[in-house]
């Protein structure tokens, strides 16, 4: 502590310590601890708070599993199904996602021109300047009923009746692909310039197929930056609000959604709170899992 | 299995700039060949022609007599050693070594014998399961030459695999690649820069600049009797004086340079047939620095001149005096060590003379640079 003082000086290194104190303390730590404390109470009217029915109580969690009491069902099929959805579906962007942005990454680190390259980084950030809502109601007129891609379609004469890419899900999948796009390409991007060309002409010349060198040099080398990527997008998948209320068919439910309405409609925060804990300690054991299976560490992660 | 190499009227164009014009060279089968020239002078660029890395622009690489237009470097029979080495980090020193017969369908175990006969041909018995990173720079070195040769090339290609290497491990390298190759008994051909390590290693060297090959020779040849001013510069020193021809009198040749006449042997051109000058050419006549000796007397004989020491450099085995002519050419005259040096201080006038036999008359031409 005393070095660090000594070397930036008292002005900076208190400004470094308050800002990193603060960033850590104020917006993560207490929040988390607040939900997680509220997550444990029972819902009461502001009035009763801190009175003798305040108990630490496992309803919310309850809640989630069995459903409400007066339900005849055994579990909470609902609340379930729809988690399980959230996490399958964000699973299912993440790999979807990987599979685009890997090309991507690898054109722009390793094959493209220095000029291509940087139009084709400017091209993919341009669009993200705008608002996730704007851009998912820009997707969801592009697949609407009378939208440009069903217009197009038929007036090719692919098909002959409008495809309804809202209530099939296509829409959701796209904007949800689409929305977390760059978290994906830039650590890919990051792990596949740092690879020696070398190595890919070396392999060659050994005799290597294209696809043998990325599985055998590529992949292993970007490991790191795929676990990274990959991450990120399964969190932030899971986690989506906007994307799904705009371009979910009626009868798809976010599990986002239903935090939303536990908080916001139904004014019940010791339940939202239940709920987003519900989806923290899940998705983020999963991703540990994953990175357990693939034998990839935080620290390489988040490098 | 060794092959023969033929680039025929080998150019290579990037946009309007050539970096390798009109070569044409015939390797011999189990040959060690060097190309020796200065960095940007096309040598890594024609080296990436034989290796299938790029297509010449116009003219053709044979392999065997065989055109290899068309023919990508994963099929070709050739091997190529990266400056760099390119190793792959993440693999065992055994799973490099044994890539190319992976590549190849062979199961675990034909592989892992082959990398240990690899490995014992370049002395690295038991080194297998190490990774890349755990060797020193001289067993890397050795790694990437048993990678190349585990597809059992007909040609290994060196793209200056020794630059990086400190003095000491390259001469000690320098020996053992010349040990390999006629082990091995394929053609190699090398890329430097260093003529130390071309002189030293190859049957023949053809020495480049600025995308042309300006002579093919061994390395007697390409040293004793160099064919342009800039083979006789680049390749070892050499003190250049310029001049115009007053007389030829068979290979003979008397130059007029400065105030003195001197009197040299007439260079051999690309056509091995010694040029033919005639009075009033303009000429350069080389003698190198060891082929100087020092006068005891003032008294002017032929190839004699006087000059002044300005500075005396010590090199271990060598002693590199510079001086000025009083024609105001600078020398450069090299003497073992050993020798008596102490008449020659700084300032000092000397007198110095050479044989005409080891002086080169050559048609003027760019030297190399320093």
Known sequence: ?303 | MSAEVELQNVSIAFGNFYAAKNVNVKIGAGEFFSFLGPSGCGKTTLLRAVSGFLEPSQGKVLIDGQDMSGIGPNKRPTSLIFQNLALFPLMSVADNIAFSLEVRGHDKTSRRKRADELLDLVALNGQGDKKVHELSGGQKQRVAIARALAVEPKVLLLDEPLSALDLKLRQKMRTELRAIQQRVGITFIYITHDQGEALTMSDRVGVMNDGELEQVGSCYDVYEAPCTPFVATFVGENNAFYGKVEKVEGGKVKVQTGGSSFIGQAGLGLDKKNYKFKAGDEVIMFVRPEAISLKGNSKRTQNSFSAEVKTIEFEGNLKNIFLRSAEDVDIRFSVSSSSDTSGMEPSKNVYLSFSQDNAVVLPTGALALD
């Open chain 1, 1 to 303: 502590m005393n070095s660090f003082y000594k070397k930036n000086g008292p002005v900076i290194a208190t400004l470094f310590l308050v800002a990193i104190i603060f960033w850590l303390v104020f917006l993560i730590v207490i929040p988390q601890l607040y939900m997680l404390d509220l997550s444990f109470r029972p819902n009461l009217p502001p009035l009763l708070r801190g009175g003798p029915d305040d108990v630490y109580t496992l309803t919310h969690y309850k809640h989630f599993l069995y459903g409400s009491e007066t339900s005849k069902d055994a579990y909470n099929y609902v609340d379930i199904g729809v988690f399980l959805d959230t996490i399958i579906t964000a699973v299912l962007v993440t790999i979807i996602n990987l599979c685009f942005c890997y090309p991507i990454a690898f054109y722009i680190a390793k094959l493209a021109t220095p000029n291509t390259a940087r139009l084709l980084v400017l091209a993919l950030v341009i669009p993200f300047w705008i608002n996730e809502l704007l851009r998912s109601f820009a997707i969801r007129i592009l697949f609407a009923g009378e939208g440009v891609i069903n217009n197009i379609l038929l007036e090719l004469g692919l098909i002959s009746t409008a495809v309804n890419f809202i209530a099939l899900d296509i829409a959701l999948y796209t904007g949800l692909t689409y929305a977390y796009i760059l978290l994906m390409i830039f650590p890919l991007y990051n792990a596949l310039e740092t690879l020696d060309t070398n190595q890919l002409e070396a392999a060659k010349d050994l005799g290597s197929s294209t696809v043998r060198t990325h599985w055998r040099i590529v992949i292993p080398h970007a490991k790191a930056g795929i676990a990274s990527g990959s991450t990120m997008v399964f969190m932030l998948t899971a986690g989506a609000l906007a994307t799904p209320v705009v371009l979910s068919s009626p009868n798809t439910y976010w599990f986002t959604q239903l935090i939303y309405q536990w908080f916001n409609m139904n004014d019940n925060w010791s339940r939202g709170s239940a709920y987003s804990i519900i989806l923290l300690v899940v998705s983020v054991t999963f991703v540990l899992l994953m990175m357990r299976l693939f034998k990839v560490t935080i620290g390489e992660v988040v490098r």
